[in-house]
């Protein structure tokens, strides 16, 4: 299967901070997903990228599928970006996998 | 409403016990998928399936069944729980081609196991 590695496995932040979160796959993909699992362990959507540069408010997300990696931008941390953030990738659309996500904590 | 229900939420049962945990959506998807993660590491595929008549193994399948009842409905199985199966598990949808659609999941059945 594709390895997903995901960097750093921690992060604490000062609120107001910004942070860049790594995504690297080992093989092409046609399928690229970034979560926001909260501490209520609910996942939640934040973009499909498969390829180019996306933005929804603070967040914002750049994949270079032809280098094999992503980028998941947060800008001005908000303690409510608390939480563990996975990316998940799928050439094939029948087997997706995820990496072992970065834990978030932001500090007020 | 959610679009991605699952139930129960939580359960704890014992080992050898049967255990079935449901999954039902809105979203009129095709494809579902039952996840399981165990704490510190990301989801891993159990199941997925792409209609009622196509059921197909995932990365983790051992000591695992599922059943498609309907396009809406897909079950998990456990036919003998072992406490090795503790887990938080997650149904998931996507539209086709899979390949190309984004997942969307359930809130997550925590499963305890003693």
């Known amino acids: 299967g594709i390895q997903v590695e995901q960097s750093p496995p921690d992060l604490i932040l000062q609120e107001g901070a910004n942070s860049t979160l790594r995504c690297n796959f080992s093989d092409s993909v046609n399928n690229l997903q970034w979560f926001h699992q909260n501490p209520w362990g609910q996942l939640i959507n934040l973009f499909y990228?498969?390829?180019g540069t996306k933005q929804n408010g603070r967040l914002s997300a750049t994949t270079v599928a032809t280098e094999r990696y992503s980028l998941l931008y947060i800008s001005s941390s908000q303690t409510t970006d608390s939480g563990v953030y996975f990316c998940a990738v799928s050439y094939t659309g029948n087997q997706f996998y995820f990496g072992t996500g970065t834990s978030l904590t932001v500090i007020p | 409403d959610a679009d991605v229900t699952q139930t129960p939420r939580n359960r704890i049962t014992k080992t050898g016990k049967r255990i079935m945990l449901e999954c039902s959506q809105t979203k009129g998807h095709d494809r579902m998928y039952w996840y399981r993660q165990d704490p510190g590491l990301g989801l891993r595929l159990i199941y997925y399936?792409?209609?009622?008549?196509?059921?197909n193994k995932g990365e983790i399948s051992d000591g695992y069944s599922v059943s498609r009842q309907a396009q809406a409905k897909f079950s998990l199985s456990l036919e003998s729980a072992i406490p090795n199966q503790t887990a938080l598990y997650f149904c998931?949808?996507?539209?086709?081609?899979?390949?190309?659609?984004?997942?969307?999941f359930g809130p997550g059945t925590r499963l305890t196991v003693t």
């Open positions: 990228i498969p390829s």
């Open positions: 399936s792409f209609d009622v008549k196509d059921i």
């Open positions: 998931a949808t996507s539209a086709y081609p899979a390949d190309r659609a984004e997942q969307y």
